[in-house]
């Protein structure tokens, strides 16, 4: 069920670097093989790990695991400079849930299942699924998921507003490639300056936003995808993004 194990998870943040620093990648797609999307971190870890002997921790331990690993691996998707799709295949648990709303985008199979699974644990939520879920669904609705722990099928998720789309099983790939591929064709940097904007407005004031808003929109001018845009615009022509 593709529990994030330590190499994983060092793996994905690693990955998600190198497509932010790579002007040939134009977009990435989080999905995973087998019946699961992820069931959440692998509690077996090593000392330190909320599923390891009491006795083996130190205070301390616990709090700079979070910090080092959970949520480096949110912040890693948070901060990708390139539009993140996740393609959900199944259950989506704990800290496999919250890697998948941190996404820009989420396209869900029929069978998967979103799970605030740490109530069930007797743990707390992390991954920033304390902050990530209450700005998708409001702190009530948040409250609900995150105290019962109940599933939420993929249908429920869509309404709520958790995921874009749900499909069925077999049209996933087709799907999450078709939009991948619509966003690769796009302005890239104008599309990272916007998830920076979009991100940063949950948490500033009006003129916060505004301010980072006019400072994107100068920055971005300077791209040849922004003379592209306007040059096809005049030109009426359908523009051809290289992503620069």
């Known amino acids: 069920m593709n529990a994030v194990t330590w190499d994983q998870r060092e793996r994905v943040i690693a990955l998600l670097g190198e497509a932010s620093a790579d002007p040939a990648v134009r977009a990435v797609v989080l999905t995973a093989t087998g019946k699961g999307f992820c069931a959440g971190a692998d509690l077996r870890g090593s000392p330190g790990s909320p599923g390891a002997p009491a006795g083996e921790r130190v205070a301390g331990d616990v709090a700079r695991m979070i910090r080092l690993g959970a949520q480096r691996l949110i912040t890693a998707v948070l901060d990708c400079e390139k539009p993140v799709l996740a393609a959900v295949n199944g259950t989506a648990a704990g800290i496999g849930a919250h890697l998948a709303l941190a996404c820009d985008l989420v396209i869900a199979a029929e069978p998967a299942r979103f799970?605030?699974?740490?109530?069930?644990?007797?743990?707390?939520?992390?991954?920033?699924?304390?902050?990530?879920?209450?700005?998708?669904?409001?702190?009530?609705?948040?409250?609900?998921?995150?105290?019962?722990?109940?599933?939420?099928?993929?249908?429920?998720?869509?309404?709520?507003?958790?995921?874009?789309?749900?499909?069925?099983?077999?049209?996933?790939?087709?799907?999450?490639?078709?939009?991948?591929?619509?966003?690769?064709?796009?302005?890239?940097?104008?599309?990272?300056?916007?998830k920076q904007l979009v991100n940063a407005s949950l948490d500033g004031d009006r003129a916060a936003a505004l301010a980072a808003e006019a400072t994107a929109q100068e920055i971005n001018m300077t791209t040849a995808d922004a003379d592209e845009g306007v040059a096809s615009f005049v030109e009426r022509r359908t523009p051809k993004y290289l992503g620069r």
């Not at 958790?162 to 077999?170: D, F, G, I, Y």
């Open 115 to 194: 799970i605030e699974v740490f109530v069930r644990r007797g743990l707390v939520p992390d991954g920033g699924g304390a902050y990530l879920l209450p700005r998708l669904v409001g702190p009530q609705k948040a409250k609900e998921l995150m105290f019962f722990g109940d599933a939420v099928p993929a249908a429920e998720a869509e309404r709520l507003g958790l995921v874009n789309r749900v499909v069925p099983a077999e049209e996933l790939e087709a799907t999450a490639r078709e939009w991948a591929e619509r966003l690769a064709q796009g302005p890239t940097r104008a599309l990272a300056m916007t």
